[in-house]
């Protein structure tokens, strides 16, 4: 199964992936991934904003089947995180007894356009 043919690519302020490439870079400089690395954030990253569960991450990338206890994806999704620091921490959330989720790029700044404005009171 090709865990990355629904999108071509993946793209944002500091993060490009090139999914028929295979190819990751961070602020335009490239990231060296291991096969599986590369696999889990690709997975990770085609399914942007849901949560994939533990089991699903493992069956996918590794072939695990149910059952399988292993802190293997764990060791994993922290390799990701170093090779994608300082930002990698806004990329992929840990969902604690279930899965991760891999957030797009989104400015921490609060946009307030269309609020209005209350006149300050004496």
Do not use: C
């Amino acid at each position: 199964m090709n865990i990355t043919s629904r999108m071509a690519t993946y793209q944002d302020t500091h993060l490009s992936i090139q999914f028929q490439r295979q190819k990751v870079e961070l602020d335009g400089a490239p990231v060296t991934l291991t096969r599986k690395e590369y696999d889990l954030l690709a997975l990770l990253a085609q399914n942007a904003g849901e949560i994939v569960p533990r089991d699903v991450l493992l069956l996918q990338v590794w072939g695990y089947g149910d059952g399988v206890r292993t802190r293997t994806l764990d060791v994993h999704v922290r390799r990701i995180r170093r090779k994608l620091a300082p930002a990698s921490e806004r990329y992929i959330e840990t969902i604690f007894g279930v899965g991760y989720r891999f957030q797009p790029w989104r400015s921490r700044t609060p946009s307030f356009a269309g609020l209005a404005v209350l006149p300050a009171t004496a």
